[in-house]
C-alpha cells in the first residue's frame, strides 16, 4: 500500500532551507519548546533506571532539566492539511505514517529530538499564557536539500493531554523575568533555579 505524507518541500528543487524559513515565518505559529537538558539530572533521577519519577513536579519524569523556547513551528493536521492536496504529495518511507494526523514541522537549526516536548499556548503581547496542549516529539525526520543538507524537521507528535495540568503549573511558577527573556526568544531553564 502507498503510504504518503504532505511534505510538498522534500523533492523540489529550491533552496529549502531559505523556503523553510519563508514558509515558516508566513505559516508557522508560534509554541514554546521543552527541550531536555542531558546534563543535569533532576533531583528525582534514578541512577540504576536511568529514569525521572513519573510523580515528580519538577521534571514530570524525565530526569533532567529542560530548557523551553519559543519557536515557530508548522502545524499540520493531516495527509489532506495545508500542503497535503494536489500532485506534490512525496512517497515517505519510514513508518511513522499512521500517525500523520500530528505533524510538526520545525526549522532544522532547532534540532528537534525524540521525547522532547512542544506546548501549544496561548499568547498575550508575545508572552506564553496558558497551556492548550502538551505534545511529545515521537519522531523526528530530516527534509533534505538538492546538496543532501538538512533544512527542515518533521515532527510526529503525540497528545500528553496527561501533562497539561503539570506544564500549567510549571508556567505559572515560571518567574516573570523567564518569561520576559522567552517572549524575546531566549532561553529559560526548567526547574528555575529560584525555585524553593
Ligand atoms: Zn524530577
Not at 17 to 29: M, N, P, V, W, Y
Not at 131 to 151: H, P
Not at 152 to 173: F, H, P, Q
Request: glycine fraction near 8%; aromatic fraction near 10%.
Amino acid at each position: 500500500m502507498m503510504k504518503y505524507v504532505h511534505d510538498s518541500f522534500v523533492n523540489v528543487p529550491i533552496d529549502l532551507r531559505h523556503d523553510a524559513k519563508i514558509l515558516t515565518d508566513e505559516f508557522g505559529i508560534d509554541v514554546l519548546y521543552v527541550r531536555q537538558c542531558k546534563y543535569v539530572k533532576c533531583s528525582c533521577f534514578d541512577d540504576l533506571n536511568k529514569t525521572g519519577n513519573p510523580d515528580c513536579p519538577m521534571c514530570h519524569g524525565s530526569g533532567w532539566f529542560s530548557s523551553i523556547q519559543k519557536v515557530k513551528a508548522i502545524e499540520s493536521r493531516n495527509a489532506q492539511g495545508a500542503y497535503g492536496s494536489g500532485s506534490s504529495l512525496a512517497k515517505m518511507d519510514i513508518g511513522i505514517t499512521d500517525q500523520m494526523s500530528e505533524i510538526f514541522y520545525i526549522q532544522q537549526q532547532y534540532n528537534p529530538k525524540e521525547r522532547d516536548f512542544l506546548l501549544k499556548v496561548t499568547w498575550k503581547d508575545g508572552m506564553p499564557v496558558d497551556i492548550l496542549k502538551v505534545l511529545e516529539i515521537i519522531n523526528v525526520w530530516e527534509m533534505r536539500g538538492d546538496d543532501g543538507r538538512n533544512e527542515l524537521n518533521g515532527c510526529v507528535i503525540s497528545d500528553r493531554t496527561d501533562l497539561v495540568n503539570a506544564y500549567r503549573k510549571m508556567l505559572a511558577t515560571l518567574p516573570k523575568k523567564a518569561i520576559y527573556q522567552m517572549a524575546k526568544g531566549g532561553k529559560s531553564i526548567w526547574p528555575s533555579i529560584t525555585q524553593p
